[in-house]
């Protein structure tokens, strides 16, 4: 057998095709390239701690183009977005000698959209497809999203291929209603009820004064004259940084609460960012989702700046299109005209967001 010697050019083009998601326009660091490799990193680690799975795949890019400083975080990113559909689960490790949370495959199912269309979900271990034959050329990865279009007797294909049809409304999750007011003080009350919890080194806080637009810029360490309740994160001996609310005096945290405290198979991210949209939206600057219309006027474009919790994540994904981040955004979806005032409601209802509109439209 001849050995040849590849470019890392050509390395990174026989990845893309191995993965199955090439397309026009995508290349090997695109959100459905590298969905695509840690689902399948996830195959064969899982159960793993997040920073695992991202470091693998970050180790294996390594040198091909596109790669960047910003590697570890984009992989974050997705890896965060494939939880939050289902496709991994953030679980308890259910091992005391190694205490935290841990990614496991998130079982095979389905969840069907109101178009007919379907969102394939899970992962299968070692790497095997989630659907074959005839079904698995008609999969089209949108961004971190695997869908089939509508088809006659799709979802008996579906069921043959051995995935479940998922219950929408279970599926989805969405939170009781609250306001903003009622949330914070709940946290606040649950941090009155604790005692001190003596010296935390390291912790990071979610600075509520720094401008909504801009997430990753919000988080800091902590500064001397930090006072106050502050969404924070603090190193662990084991896994992730652990999520948590924090009364801080004179820069030291003096009380917390870990997060979640709705049990430990929900998510701490999203209770934090859920907390955060509250407190930002108390302060009078809440978060925001910019809207813009296609000049076709068949859908708007929404760009969203902060991180969602999963639930909402996943009501976006029933009916919108997740789309590359760019123009600022943290992410965006496509979203159909006719469904996009009713979406607008839902997040201003639930994550108290303020829509900012501009007055220009974009080409489709």
Same mark, same amino acid.
């Given at each position: ?43 064969? $680690? ?13 180790? %294996? ?17 997705? $890896? ?67 869908? %089939? ?18 219950? %929408? ?20 009350? *649950? ?31 902590? *500064? ?30 003096? *009380? ?51 991180? $969602? ?56």
């Amino acid at each position: 057998m001849d050995v040849v010697r590849l470019d890392p050019q050509a390395v990174a083009t026989k990845a893309l095709s191995s993965l199955g998601v090439g397309g026009a326009g995508l290349d090997l660091f695109s959100p459905e390239a590298l969905g695509a490799l840690l689902r399948r990193a996830g195959s064969f $680690l899982c159960p793993a701690p997040p920073r695992t799975l991202v470091r693998s795949v970050a180790d %294996v890019l390594v040198g091909l183009p596109g790669y960047g400083d910003d590697i570890l975080e984009r992989l974050g990113t997705s $890896l965060e977005a494939l939880i939050g559909i289902g496709d991994l689960l953030d679980l308890p490790s259910g091992n005391p000698e190694e205490p935290g949370r841990r990614v496991f495959l998130g079982p095979p199912s389905f969840v069907p959209r109101a178009s007919g269309a379907c969102l394939l979900l899970g992962v299968r271990p070692d790497a095997e497809p989630l659907v074959t034959g005839e079904l698995a050329q008609l999969v089209e990865c949108k961004g971190y999203l695997r869908l %089939v279009r509508s088809l006659p007797d799709l979802r008996d294909l579906l069921a043959t291929n051995g995935l479940p049809e998922r219950d %929408v409304a279970q599926w989805v999750r969405n939170p009781r209603s609250r306001t903003a007011t009622d949330l914070v003080a709940e946290f606040q009350a *649950r941090l009155q009820a604790v005692g001190p919890s003596g010296d935390i080194a390291g912790a990071q806080i979610l600075d509520p004064e720094t401008p909504v637009r801009y997430y990753r810029a919000r988080w800091r360490p902590l *500064r001397s004259g930090d006072d106050g309740a502050f969404v924070a994160r603090r190193p662990q001996a084991y896994g992730a940084d652990q999520w948590c609310f924090a009364r801080v005096e004179a820069g030291r945290i003096i *009380r917390l609460v870990d997060l979640p405290v709705a049990g430990s198979l929900a998510r701490g991210a999203d209770e934090a960012w859920l907390l955060q949209a509250a407190i930002d939206a108390m302060l009078g600057h809440p978060q925001l989702v910019r809207v813009t219309e296609e000049t076709d006027g068949s859908h708007a474009i929404l760009d969203l700046f902060s991180p $969602l919790p999963a639930w909402a994540q996943r009501r976006l994904d029933l009916l919108a299109t997740p789309l590359r981040s760019g123009r600022g955004a943290l992410f965006s979806y496509s979203v159909p005209s006719g469904e996009t005032a009713e979406e607008l409601r839902f997040l201003e209802e639930t994550l108290w967001m303020s829509v900012d509109q501009p007055t220009h439209k974009i080409g489709p």
